[in-house]
């Protein structure tokens, strides 16, 4: 491929994040006029890429080239002054500026020291309608819809003589019609000799839009294909072989009568989602970030509101407003967001661990305060907390710690029903095959486990079923057996996440 | 790490920083008691320590109330208007019956009614605490001039003015007595129980505080009715030491029951505070008061002071919270 024009290249790009090291010699060529995709598993680093691209991080080491010469941004301003334009996922644009605001955001026409917005209306005008954009230059940007605020988006990218545009997941709000019109436009672009990297996890457009792909796996570049001769096969086995770094001590136990059942579960980001899970048995789920897993686990538990759908725990009906509920009918949650739904970092361990179990310390109306700190001890004892005493504050601890810390809190709750989600994310090796090891004991006692985890070997590991999530719905499930023979391997189910039957 | 760590001085088996986080305030109130026990011979005795704390007993029982709603989250700029309502009300009821508890119920209830719409206010429709207690302290200081027609009365009921001039024994006032029993009222509900470990929790993270069961409406909102209560009780006080029915007094005693807490620990980011830091809080704006009048200094200058201090205080904290993130 030596000698071929790219107008963007990076080249052994490395970052790591603390001791992790999210890229890994990465690279990327990108010709002028290009559609270029990006694919890989969560975390395999394409957004860590992409930021590295537009200056949102500094790479430890490699070298980008743009338009045959050294580059390198201080900020996503000042990729866009360079050529470099990213249009991200979650749009936010500001709503209370007129279309030819936005797009002249921090480039605003000025006579003297006045703003002059005829000027810039009427340049708005012109460009709006090169794109076939039909609302007036003077609208705001509040009365837009998704896909047109995204387009606004893509004009001011162009406006400023973008280069290569990064679209990350531009498709994931809009309905089919509304894609048509992004695919045209697209089109356009690579008239004009724009080139798009095109992040995206549906694969039928990749197929449909783009020329090339690069593939990505655990921070490694994997390889580049051009999308004429590839198969979705040959990108899905690209894709896995995630190594796996540990063996998961998953250890069977008796798997007793059905805990908790839901049915027709609908509410934001997922529809219709039905599954049972029994005592001792770990449920996984998988799925792609965004694929309505942590929504319904989210709306079970209370903290979102679910707009229909039924749920029995232990044969009888039960229904749940908030976590309170939640709480007292014996569902527990280990939220994702550890910082901001599972801890306050400025309490200390012994009160973040009993903060949903105080009721059951006290002594009329006041806490016994002696017992409570003999719980405590004992169950952060039993999961192994690591830390100086229990009065420490939890911003002191290390994440894994942490998520020690969180997990004790709702043992001690001794729920039925353990909602995990992430459940080891941000965990140091060691506290995640302790955190493994302790599942295998609670299911053991008869805990019914629901575990969330964007880690396939993790999920297929420790999971005695696997539900696979495609885009808000369940695609399929899998038994234990299916992945101890061998039946069921990662690329059969990375195809099922990314919507294969 | 560790080697850092021995190196540094050990003061009481603690390290420098987590001893002054902890009990530095209080040095700089022994410092200052110090200070004024040499520079006026008035300030040591007997009399004039019961004089401050009498005088910081009004402050004192407000700022045991607004501990919990700052660490909850929250703010109330309403309780200068709640005085003056209390005040209208045990006007009024004593023109029909000579009960002081009929007056002291009355007021408690009243009171600890608006402090129930000011926490459901802003608990259910999520307002800001700020908006709502700056423009429910309009409505609260305007139902005190209807209920009395704008006008002042002088108390009658002798035995009434007794809470606020009275000695226990001939030594011990009952205003600071009433302190005491309200500090351990508050000592006991915000360390000892259910609630007050609700109230660090929703102040301290409210989506974890949710994600744990934790009924945030009611946390957020029973700590303005608690604030309703100590604002009542200060208010009797208050009411009782200017022997009136008066509906312009109170304005102004927010600042100082923020200050008190401020300076005693708490965190505006919430939940971060204690009952003791808070007394000590509350001694030191007293000590300024007084100290400031012995050594004859203008009650200008104790203003700008108190201010200086504020901001001193939130400085602390906002570096203590920098070090956790």
Not at chain 1, 108 to 135: A, C, S
Not at chain 2, 58 to 69: I, K
């Amino acid at each position: 491929m030596a000698g071929e024009h790219y107008i963007l290249e990076c080249k052994g790009i490395s970052k790591a994040f603390g001791g992790t090291q999210a890229l890994k010699n990465v690279e990327l060529h990108l010709k002028a006029g290009e559609v270029h995709a990006l694919l890989g598993e969560n975390g395999a680093g394409k957004s860590t890429l992409m930021k590295c691209i537009i200056g949102l991080y500094k790479p430890d080491e490699g070298s980008i080239t743009f338009d045959g010469k050294p580059y390198s941004a201080r900020g996503p301003a000042d990729a866009i002054n360079k050529g470099i334009s990213m249009i991200h996922q979650e749009l936010n644009p500001e709503p209370h500026l007129s279309i030819a605001e936005s797009i002249f955001l921090n480039r605003e026409d000025t006579r003297g020291p006045f703003l002059n917005k005829k000027l810039t209306n009427q340049k708005t005008e012109e460009i709006l309608k090169e794109f076939d954009f039909r609302e007036a230059p003077t609208t705001l940007m509040e009365d837009l819809t998704l896909a047109q605020a995204q387009m606004v988006e893509i004009i001011r990218a162009v406006s400023c003589n973008a280069r290569v545009i990064i679209m990350d997941e531009p498709t994931s709000s809009l309905d089919s019609e509304e894609t048509e019109h992004l695919f045209r436009t697209i089109r356009d672009l690579k008239k004009k000799g724009v080139a798009i990297i095109y992040i995206s996890h549906r694969m039928e457009e990749i197929f449909e839009i783009c020329d090339a792909v690069s593939v990505f796996r655990d921070g490694t570049y994997v390889g580049s294909r051009s999308m004429e001769g590839v198969t979705r096969e040959e990108l899905i086995s690209m894709m896995v072989g995630r190594k796996v770094d540990s063996i998961f001590p998953k250890v069977d136990c008796k798997i007793g009568d059905v805990l908790f059942k839901v049915e027709g579960l609908t509410g934001k980001g997922f529809s219709d989602i039905s599954f049972e899970v029994h005592a001792g048995e770990i449920l996984g789920l998988s799925g792609l970030v965004g694929s309505g897993r942590s929504e319904t686990m989210r709306a079970i538990f209370g903290l979102d509101p679910l707009e229909s759908g039924r749920m029995w725990l232990e044969g009888k009906e039960i229904h749940i407003k908030d976590p309170y509920e939640a709480v007292k009918l014996g569902i527990a949650m280990v939220n994702e967001d550890r910082k901001n739904y599972g801890l306050c970092l400025n309490r200390s361990i012994r009160e973040n661990i009993s903060l949903p179990n105080l009721p059951k310390k006290q002594k009329g109306f006041l806490l016994n305060q002696r017992r409570e700190k003999q719980e405590v001890e004992e169950v952060s004892k039993q999961l192994t907390v690591k830390a100086a005493s229990i009065e420490d504050e939890a911003y002191s601890l290390s994440g894994g710690n942490q998520q020690k810390v969180v997990l004790s809190k709702w043992i001690m709750a001794n729920p039925k029903v353990l909602i995990l989600d992430e459940p080891t994310r941000g965990v140091d090796v060691g506290a995640k095959s302790e955190i493994h090891t302790l599942m295998c004991k609670f299911a053991a006692q008869g805990m019914a486990i629901i575990m969330i985890s964007s880690e396939l070997p993790e999920v297929m590991g420790m999971s005695d079923r696997l539900l696979v999530y495609h885009e808000g719905k369940t695609n399929g499930e899998i038994s234990r057996e299916e992945i101890l023979n061998g039946e069921a391997t990662q690329e059969v189910v990375l195809a099922k996440e990314f919507g294969e039957k | 790490m560790e080697k850092a760590a021995k190196k540094q001085k050990m003061i009481f088996g603690m390290n420098r920083s987590v001893f002054m986080k902890k009990y530095g305030i209080f040095i700089v109130l022994l410092i200052m008691i110090a200070f004024m026990c040499v520079a006026s011979p008035t300030f040591r005795t007997w009399g004039n320590v019961v004089s401050i704390l009498q005088q910081v007993s009004v402050n004192g029982v407000l700022a045991l109330g607004m501990v919990f709603v700052i660490t909850a989250g929250g703010i109330d700029l309403s309780i200068g208007s709640m005085l003056a309502l209390t005040s209208v009300i045990i006007g009024k009821s004593f023109e029909f019956s000579d009960s002081i508890w009929l007056a002291i119920i009355l007021s408690v209830v009243v009171c600890a009614a608006f402090g129930f719409i000011n926490g459901a206010l802003i608990a259910k429709f999520n307002m800001f605490p700020f908006v709502v207690t700056l423009s429910t302290q309009l409505v609260i200081r305007g139902i005190g001039y209807i209920i009395c027609d704008g006008e002042t009365k002088t108390l009658a009921n002798k035995a009434f003015r007794q809470i606020g001039l009275g000695k226990l024994g001939g030594f011990l006032p009952y205003s600071i007595l009433i302190l005491l029993v309200v500090a351990v009222v508050a000592y006991i509900l915000l360390h000892w129980t259910k609630f007050g470990r609700h109230i660090y929790a929703v102040g301290g993270n409210m989506n974890a505080a949710i994600a744990s069961g934790v009924k945030v409406f009611w946390t957020r909102t029973l700590s303005f009715v608690w604030m309703g209560i100590c604002t009542a009780i200060g208010g009797v006080i208050l009411t009782s030491r200017i022997n009136a029915a008066q509906p312009n007094i109170g304005v102004g005693y927010e600042t100082d029951a923020i200050a008190a807490c401020v300076i005693g620990g708490t965190s505006f980011a919430g939940g971060v505070a204690t009952i003791p830091g808070t007394m000590i809080g509350i001694a030191i704006i007293g000590v300024i008061y007084n100290g400031m009048n012995l050594l004859r200094i203008s009650s200008y200058w104790q203003t700008v002071t108190k201010g200086l201090l504020v901001i001193g205080a939130v400085m602390l904290d906002m570096f203590i919270n920098k070090k956790r993130n």
